[in-house]
């Protein structure tokens, strides 16, 4: 991929770092970490971009069915079952169904409302995948054994590392749409809102991620190896001011009253 090169303000944001004296030898020995990261470490990546099967999407949660139709939440359940990428578990029932965002040519169905709010009026949706590897396993692994403290930093660099392969995974998108006449919103990825980790198995599929890169699902929907990202942005008509189509992650995220990252000024999504 494209050269992504670590962010070390961001690794150190990660440590915990808001602009105290640091030691000047823990700052050369996590100078050395960032190093063997980045020469030690190559990032990969997949993207694509899938069309609205606006057939199957359904951009608002309708009202309840008049009484003695079947349950919401037990409809719900058995949609997701037929064809959605969440549970219908996990969805939020409330009143009816949840809207929900349908890809062609994937059989990928995102559910809930902070995706169809991130995705309406969307033209087509991207979806990507990036990853430090298998290799960012073994290291990490290697610097735990060595010492806690470079277990720790080397972690928040291969963090900052694979946040690096992301931004870059999504500049390249922003350029496709870009040479389309389009163009993007922020990346989304499964945990933001209401989007459940559940959408993760079947958007790895979407992008044929398991073999092309190596990523794989764990039973609760965690990405192996853990330095992996995936995500979904909108694609746009040009706005007739020129500007693109962006909105505050934070202000739909169900984590932001208890983030640690908001407190130390910095997000999640760059």
Request: proline share 4%; net charge negative; hydrophobic share 45%.
């Amino acid at each position: 991929m494209p050269d992504a090169r670590l962010d070390r303000g961001e690794a150190l944001r990660y440590l915990g770092y808001t602009g105290q004296q640091v030691d000047q030898a823990l700052l050369a020995r996590f100078n050395k970490l960032a190093d063997e990261c980045e020469k030690a470490i190559k990032p990969v990546f997949a993207w694509s971009v899938f069309d609205i099967d606006e057939k199957l999407t359904r951009w608002e949660a309708p009202e309840p069915e008049a009484t003695g139709a079947l349950n919401a939440c037990d409809a719900a359940s058995d949609a997701a079952e037929n064809c959605s990428a969440v549970s219908g578990a996990e969805a939020e029932c409330g009143n009816g169904f949840v809207p929900q965002v349908a890809l062609e040519g994937c059989g990928l169905v995102l559910e809930g409302n902070s995706i169809a709010e991130h995705l309406h009026g969307a033209c087509k949706v991207a979806l990507m995948a990036c990853t430090l590897g298998a290799v960012s396993e073994r290291e990490m692994r290697k610097h735990e054994a060595i010492s806690v403290a470079d277990g720790v930093m080397f972690g928040a660099c291969c963090s900052a590392l694979v946040e690096a392969a992301a931004n870059v995974t999504e500049g390249l998108i922003v350029s496709f749409a870009h040479d389309m006449g389009l163009t993007t919103n922020w990346r989304f990825s499964p945990g933001y809102g209401d989007l459940p980790l559940s959408a993760q198995p079947a958007l790895l599929k979407a992008l044929d991620a398991n073999r092309r890169l190596g990523i794989a699902v764990t039973s609760t929907n965690m990405l192996v190896p853990v330095k992996s990202v995936t995500a979904v942005l909108g694609l746009f008509e040009k706005p007739a001011d020129g500007g693109e189509a962006r909105v505050d992650a934070c202000a739909i995220c169900r984590l932001r009253d208890g983030c640690e990252l908001r407190k130390r000024g910095v997000t999640c999504h760059g």
